[in-house]
Nanobody
């Protein structure tokens, strides 16, 4: 089992940047695929990005491509989401999630508590 703790959220002006961190417990974090999701008020949770457990391949939802970068540091048991050129529509609670091995249909067993990101116009 793995526990996830997000940090790095906050209030930023449009065009600004934030870096979210997802710190995981456990010594086998490198074997987990990790994803970032977000949920805006009144909307369903949506996929943002993920980084695969093998080879660290990545995938992004179209709305963040070219602006967000997901990366991982397995030595620190941490996955990052670098968010640049932020827009007001990026405002949401951001969650990280982890799945041991591959994930199918973007399903994850483990979730963090979320961190709020607010982008002002």
């Amino acid at each position: 089992q793995v526990q996830l703790v997000e940090s790095g959220g906050g209030l930023v002006q449009a065009g600004g940047s934030l870096r979210l961190s997802c710190a995981a417990s456990g010594r086998t974090f490198s074997s987990y695929t990790v994803g970032w999701f977000r949920q805006a008020p009144g909307k369903e949770r949506e996929f943002v990005a993920h980084i695969w457990y093998i080879g660290s391949s990545t995938d992004y939802t179209d709305s963040v491509k070219g602006r967000f970068t997901i990366s991982r540091d397995n030595a620190k048991n941490t996955v990052y989401l670098q968010m640049n050129s932020l827009k007001p529509e990026d405002t949401a609670v951001y969650y990280c999630a982890a799945q041991n091995g591959p994930t199918y249909n973007r399903k994850y067993d483990y979730w963090g508590q979320g961190t709020q990101v607010t982008v002002s116009s």
